[in-house]
């Protein structure tokens, strides 16, 4: 079965990751079948590019991506979306008590 996942490449305390079609009994870094595009870490705005129409390509054929790889690929469907650790949650209403009489 084919996995869609991220390889690490980069140095030591600097992670990039290459985003890859690999067989699911490869290990992390080993043997892929194609280079699907990045992920850098480093980088605020735009992070990651990916090529839609071979993801879609290795989908359509029983690939599974991972859970990291599916947030990346539901953002560069639709740009609109935030990752999910940059919205904000709103606090909890304080309410307020009433004066003791």
Not at 4 to 32: L, Q, W
Not at 74 to 97: I, T
Request: hydrophobic residues 40%; glycine residues 4%; proline residues 6%.
């Amino acid at each position: 079965m084919v996995k869609i996942r991220m390889r690490r490449t980069g140095c030591k305390n600097h992670a990039a990751y290459r985003i890859v079609a690999a067989d699911e009994r490869s290990p992390r870094d080993g043997k892929f079948l194609e280079i699907l595009g990045w992920y850098d870490t480093a980088l605020k705005d735009n992070n990651f590019k990916l090529d839609i129409e071979r993801v879609d390509h290795w989908l359509s054929k029983g690939a599974k991506p991972s859970e990291t790889v599916a947030s990346l690929i539901r953002r560069a469907k639709n740009p609109a979306l935030k990752p999910h650790h940059a919205v904000k949650a709103k606090a909890p209403a304080k309410k307020e008590e009433a004066p003791a009489a």
